[in-house]
């Protein structure tokens, strides 16, 4: 029997970047140690905004870092995409204390990825799925040790939340919208796969943001200059404005983020006379491309879908990508070629009469989400021989 032993971190540089990549791999740029160490040196995921670092870190017997899980002490749930304040107002009227409460995530980023990271040349051969439970039961207990009411594994692949239900955890559906590359040679290739009304919907839409006067550009890591990162931070702050939220994220992480991530960072630029007006982030993993954060200033028709949604598209069509991950919510994107996928995430709950009342909720919530992508899949702008 391996023993195993669990440590907590109050900062992601309490590890080594090469120890936590060793984990954490080169598919999903959410988990790694670049990624999360901009987020908290930036400013914007620390105590002082209520994410609170406690990375799990998980030993063998030989004293070796065999697992870590990017985990936060949380005092809010602001920040996560996957929304539990009605879990948390039924407990505190009933006398509880729903918060702190620990989250595993990566901060402010609803982006499916690995949760819990095993290095796989430390472990034996099935020992991954050891150290995976290991882990699982690990942050079941830091609750208890902690008196926390849960823990929240949010947006995590189907591997993990396979396996923190068989350690009976909570689980959870949610649905997103991604495109897959089927070998398109081209854009125009792409829009041959769609039933003719949706194509020239699409056309349409190209044409008229393109007729405005407006130039676009992709931009990649340290070609990101300072000044296109202020521009980017006030279309950032301005989409924020609009939707009467709160700004995550500080201009100093921007910077961090091309600095430490380098062409991992893709920013899609429209420019107007010279002048940057809009623009929308992604990151580059091993064979996705993932959405972030836009914003722009002035009105310019289709201009989000252009930049967002197209401008992707060609993207990952250009440089052999397998799918683009358009980030959370917006039923639009199925016209625009986006289809529904499923999201998961995992829940621990220490008391008894929330857990059930939580359990019971999900059962239905679950049908309902699936019952919601099998109906939205009907809307599917791809000609119905290949829909499926």
Not at 25 to 40: K, R, T, Y
Not at 311 to 318: T, V
Request: aromatic share 12%; proline share 4%.
């Amino acid at each position: 029997m391996t023993a195993w032993a669990l440590t907590l971190h109050d900062s992601i540089r309490g590890l080594s970047p090469e120890a936590w990549d060793a984990c954490a791999g080169d598919d999903n740029p959410f988990v790694s140690h670049a990624f999360l160490s901009a987020i908290e040196d930036s400013g914007s995921a620390t105590p002082r905004t209520g994410w609170l670092p406690r990375h799990a870190a998980l030993h063998d017997g030989q004293g070796r870092l065999v697992a870590v899980a990017p985990t936060y002490l949380k005092a809010h749930s602001y920040g996560e995409y996957v929304f539990d304040h009605g879990w948390a107002r039924a407990f505190e009227a009933a006398g509880g204390a729903y918060y702190p409460k620990l989250q595993v995530a990566s901060p402010f980023s609803p982006v499916p990825g690995p949760r819990l990271l095993v290095r796989p040349d430390l472990v034996a051969p099935g020992g991954a799925s050891s150290a995976r439970d290991a882990l699982a039961d690990g942050l079941a207990q830091v609750c208890r040790e902690l008196e926390l009411s849960s823990c929240h594994v949010t947006f995590c692949t189907e591997q993990d939340y396979d396996a923190f239900g068989k350690r009976g955890w909570l689980q959870r559906l949610g649905v997103q919208y991604h495109w897959h590359n089927d070998g398109y040679a081209c854009f125009d290739d792409f829009l041959s796969r769609l039933a003719s009304r949706k194509r020239k919907v699409l056309k349409r839409e190209r044409r008229d943001a393109n007729a405005c006067g407006l130039t676009f550009r992709a931009v990649r890591g340290g070609d990101i200059s300072e000044a296109l990162w202020d521009a980017f931070f006030e279309f950032y702050q301005s989409t924020i404005d609009r939707k009467w939220g709160s700004a995550y994220l500080t201009r100093e992480f921007f910077s961090l983020l091309s600095a430490r991530l380098g062409d991992r960072v893709v920013l899609m630029i429209a420019d107007h006379n010279g002048k940057p007006v809009a623009g929308a982030l992604n990151l580059l993993g091993r064979d996705a491309l993932y959405g972030r954060n836009w914003g722009c200033v002035g009105e310019w028709p289709f201009l989000h879908f252009e930049l967002c949604y197209y401008r992707a598209i060609e993207f990952a069509i250009e440089n052999g990508i397998s799918r683009v991950e358009a980030g959370a919510q917006g039923d639009h994107k199925i016209q625009r070629g986006y289809v529904p996928s499923f999201t998961h995430s995992a829940h621990w709950i220490e008391n008894r009469g929330l857990r059930n009342a939580v359990a019971e909720f999900l059962d239905h919530e679950r049908m309902a989400v699936i019952g919601e992508a099998e109906a939205l899949r009907e809307f599917s702008p791809y000609k119905q021989e290949e829909a499926g």
